[in-house]
């Protein structure tokens, strides 16, 4: 087959590449579709230790079934899937809860590190095990549900907090993660969303998909503009979505007594923290990690047209032009978010 390998750090090579073999309880999926994740291009110069060459990356994905192990059941040649990019073992105590994204010995798409490697999407082909397969509805086209991690990310962390219906929301961070926030929390019946970030671009495009407010984190004035709008109060929940200590800051100066604060950026391995504020004031730290089931969620929310993906997407191109795409996502290249791979 074909595949995007990452051959060395910062070297991407197109060519031949092994076929996966489909394991009793796997199957093999012709790749239509394969998203290039921040992670990705973090890792791709080795700063992230997840990456390490030679490895096909990639674990944004979907397509269709070409093959089916001896052991699977349920499936069949054809099926249209996407997949999860975290695959549990289904077993560990963490797993029979329904933990899955915190599974003990939880292995991700396209990533190679000291305890593992897994090849991913950036192929023609890829093998999926079967408990981490979802059907795509007749309505979602493949660059479409090669969204649904991301997207279940966002609808990760908004479960975690529980809105109820005509709550404050706050998304401080207008990237890609932020920007589906703001989409789920105004599905999830939010009355108020404001978007806080540095980038002027960002923040009209977060205005453009439901936020009612959208503010410059670094003004002193922000905080004081979001309590304007809660009735003097603060955000009933915030979310971080970058993952600084900055932004974490700018969210837990805006977030009501009482309010919850979910984290789900992680950028900094490490940040300064206002302990006592958080303590003080009785405000609800949520770490949020992955996703945890959310896609047939997801791709409901997709097929009824309840998230705006499209205006994410930035590039769908060849796999053969990969190379050339990571270097332009490495480089920052302004006004560019989401890129597809098509092999």
Request: hydrophobic share 45%; charged share 25%.
């Amino acid at each position: 087959m074909k595949a995007l390998t990452l051959e060395e750090y910062g070297k991407f090579v197109f060519g031949e590449a092994p076929d996966p073999e489909a394991h009793d309880n796997e199957v093999i999926v012709q790749v239509k579709a394969c998203g290039i994740c921040g992670s990705d291009v973090h890792g791709m110069d080795g700063s992230t230790g997840r990456r390490i060459p030679p490895v096909i990356m990639g674990h944004e994905a979907a397509g269709v079934i070409t093959n089916v192990g001896a052991r699977v059941s349920g499936w069949r040649l054809g099926d249209r899937v996407t997949f999860d990019s975290t695959i549990s073992c289904g077993a560990c105590w963490r797993c029979r809860r329904g933990e899955i994204n915190l599974c003990e010995h939880r292995r991700v798409l396209g990533v190679s590190c000291a305890e593992y490697r897994r090849n991913g999407a950036f192929a023609e082909l890829v093998a999926v095990p079967q408990h981490i397969l979802y059907r795509i509805p007749r309505e979602v086209e493949y660059h479409q549900a090669a969204m649904t991690e991301p997207l279940s990310v966002a609808l990760h962390a908004v479960r975690l907090a529980r809105p109820e219906v005509g709550e404050s929301a706050l998304v401080v961070g207008a990237g890609m993660i932020g920007l589906l926030l703001i989409q789920v929390l105004r599905a999830s019946g939010c009355s108020t969303v404001i978007a806080m970030d540095i980038d002027e671009n960002k923040l009209r495009r977060a205005r453009d998909l439901g936020a009612d407010l959208c503010l410059d984190s670094r003004s002193k004035e922000s905080v004081a503009k979001v309590l304007e709008c809660t009735e003097g109060r603060g955000a009933d929940i915030a979310f971080e979505a970058v993952g600084i200590t900055a932004a974490v800051a700018a969210a837990l100066d805006a977030v009501r007594m009482g309010g919850r604060l979910v984290l789900v950026g992680n950028l900094s391995p490490k940040i300064e923290l206002a302990l006592q504020s958080v303590v003080t004031r009785q405000v609800s730290l949520l770490g949020s990690c992955a996703s945890q089931g959310e896609y047939p969620a997801c791709l409901e929310l997709i097929a009824r047209r309840r998230v705006n993906l499209q205006s994410f997407i930035s590039a769908r191109a060849p796999l053969s032009d990969g190379a050339s795409w990571f270097q332009r996502l490495y480089r920052q290249e302004p006004g560019l978010m989401k890129v597809i791979l098509e092999p």
